[in-house]
């Protein structure tokens, strides 16, 4: 392979990575369905034909767009929390990333909420991209659920579908209130009932028995 040869391949990487760029800000702010070929020609000073050379279908570039959005949301969320330790910290670093992500795309608009608006009785390649990947989160919401549990940081009878259910719903009221409502204080509401909902399937004899002194120590103290 020659370095001209290299040179345009790599060209061409940026200048799709960049029309990429470009059409999830679109996508964020308009919705999936309201990406076109043309409006992103448009945007990026490109003809349509070149645009269109570099997915081959508006169905192909929507899809791309999701994973383009899945891999940001892995970045800044998932990522980061699975450096934290075991149990409530790492899931209390799931929600507080998660949290502040939504904050951030309250002005612009989340593509796995919208996109459950716009496909959720629309069958097709698109729709099953989009709940494959909010499956992967919900997924790893559970096992770290599950962990949290084995660790004794929760109730042993907690049910981790419920609770990941309720997790989940704060995060939509949280999307509803700030961005549709345009409440002041949602993000403030979605942690401090995210904190009450930890501290219902909280693990009540574990805290009690980290309360309750040592008779032995006790005994050491005062000799």
């Known amino acids: 392979m020659t370095d001209s040869t290299t ?3 790599r060209k061409g990487e940026l200048t799709r990575a960049a029309i990429l760029d470009v059409a999830l800000d679109l996508a964020s702010r308009d919705g999936l369905e309201g990406l076109t070929i043309g409006l992103l020609a448009d945007k990026m000073n490109m003809s349509k034909s070149g645009v269109f050379a570099h997915f081959g279908s508006r169905e192909d570039l929507q899809i791309e767009v999701v ?3 899945h891999h940001h949301f892995e970045q800044e ?3 980061p929390s699975m450096k934290e330790p075991r149990g409530l910290p790492r899931l209390k670093g799931m929600f507080a990333r998660w949290v502040k992500r939504v904050s951030v795309e309250i002005a612009s608009g989340c593509i796995y909420i919208s996109g459950a608006v ?3 009785d629309r069958p097709g390649a698109i729709r099953e991209e989009l709940a494959g990947m909010v499956r992967a989160w919900k997924n790893a919401l559970r096992r770290c659920v599950v962990q949290t549990i084995e660790m004794g940081h929760l109730s042993a009878d907690t049910d981790p579908d419920q609770l990941v259910f309720e997790t989940y719903g704060l995060i939509l009221a949280l ?3 700030a961005r549709f409502l345009k409440l002041p204080g949602s993000v403030n509401r979605a942690e401090v009932g995210f904190e009450r909902l930890i501290k219902s399937y909280a693990n009540t004899q574990s805290a009690e028995a980290a309360a309750t002194p040592n008779p032995k120590s006790a005994v050491k103290k005062t000799a």
């Open 7 to 9: 040179k345009l391949m």
């Open 67 to 69: 994973k383009l959005y």
């Open 77 to 79: 969320v998932f990522y």
């Open 118 to 120: 716009e496909y959720d």
């Open 175 to 177: 999307h509803h209130d």
